[in-house]
C-alpha cells in the first residue's frame, strides 16, 4: 500500500494551502465575529474546481476522487473550518444531482453549481427528525403531472436564506425510509420561507436557518432520481460528507497543533521555553500521534469510496467517529498549551475549538456512527 500522494495530488494540496493561507486564514476571525458569510471566496474556489469536486465535466465538474477532495478539504479548513465545511455541503448536493438526476436535471443546474454562482444547501434535518431521518414529516404531494406541493420544514440548515438551491428530502409516499423523495426546490420558489439566522457556538462564517415550505409548488422534473429514492440518495451523500468533515477536524486540529508548536517554543516559564519540558513534548507527541491516526482513517474511507467497496459506508463512519473525536481532543490539548492565551480571542485555538464541535453532531451523530459500524460488525 502506497501512503504518497500522487503528482496531481500533490498539486491539489498545494493549490489549496497557498489559498488557505493568502485568503481564508487571515480573514476566518472577523468572518467568524461578524457572521459573514465570503460568497465570493466561495466562488474563487470553484473558479479552481473545487465547487463540483466529483462531478462529472460535461457539465463543469472537476471529475476528481474522494481522496482529492479530502486533501483539500484538510488544506483549506487549515484557513477556515467553518468555510470549508460549507463548501463540502454544497459539494455534497452537486454529486447528488449529477449521480442520480436526469440528464436534463444536471444539465439545468449543475454549469451554475459548478461554478457556484448558484449555491446549493442539503435539507434532511427536521425539529422532530435528527438522527433518525427516515421520520421525517416533510411532505411532497404531486399533483398531475407537473409539479409538486410541498408542505413542512427543515431545521438546522447551513446556507438558509442565502443558497440558491435546496436538496429536500421530503415524503411523496409511504411512512419510513422507502416514502421518501429527493426534490431539488429554487430559492425564489412562493411558499419558500426561512427563519431567522441561527445564533451559534461556532461555525459562524456561514449562515443557518430554518427552511420552511408552505404550500410551496415546485415543477416535477426536479425531482432528483425516482420517486422513493430519497433516502437512498441522502445516505450515499452522507458518505462523502462524513469523509469531508472528517477532513475538515484534520485540518483544524493541525492548525492548533501548527500554532502550539510555535507557541511552547516561544513561551518561557521557569526560565526555559515551556517547549523544554518534557511533560509539553510528551503532550505534542500524543496530539501529532493521534492526528496522523485520524488523517490515515480518512484517507482510507475516501479510497473506499473511490473504489466503490461494500465496506465505505462502515470505513466512512469509522472515520467521522474517530477523526472529529481525536481532532476536537487534539484542539483542546492546544488550547491547554496556550493556558490563559488559548481562551483569549486573540489567539485561533477558542475559534478551532469552537468551530470542530459541531462535527461530532453533524452528518449523523457520534453515536449514530457506532450503530453503523455495530450493526455491520454484528451482521457478519
Known sequence: MDFQLNEEQRAIQDMARSFAAERLTPNAAEWDETAHFPVDVLKDLAELGLGAIYVRDDVGGSGLGRLDAAIAFEELSAGCVSTAAFLSIHNMVAWMVDSYGSDEIRQRFLPKLATMEQIASYCLTEPGAGSDAAALKTRAEKVGNSHYVLNGGKAFISGGGTSDVYAVMCRTGEE????????????DTPGLSFGENEKKLGWNSQPTAMVN???????????VGSEGQGFRIAMAGLDGGRINIAACSLGGARAALEASLAYVKDRKAFGQAIADFQATQFRLADMATELEASRLMVH???????????????????????????????????????????????????RLLRDLRVHRILEGTNEIMRVIIARKLLAN
Open 213 to 223: 415550505f408552505d404550500d410551496c409548488k415546485v415543477p416535477a422534473e426536479n425531482l
Open 300 to 350: 482510507r474511507a475516501a479510497t473506499s469510496l473511490d473504489a466503490k467497496s461494500p465496506e465505505a459506508t462502515q470505513h466512512a463512519a469509522m472515520a467521522k467517529r474517530f477523526a472529529t473525536d481525536i481532532c476536537y481532543r487534539i484542539v483542546d490539548e492546544a488550547l491547554q498549551l496556550h493556558g490563559g492565551y488559548g481562551y483569549l480571542r486573540d489567539y485561533p485555538i477558542e
Open 176 to 187: 419510513g425510509a422507502k416514502g421518501i423523495s429527493c426534490i431539488l426546490v429554487e430559492k
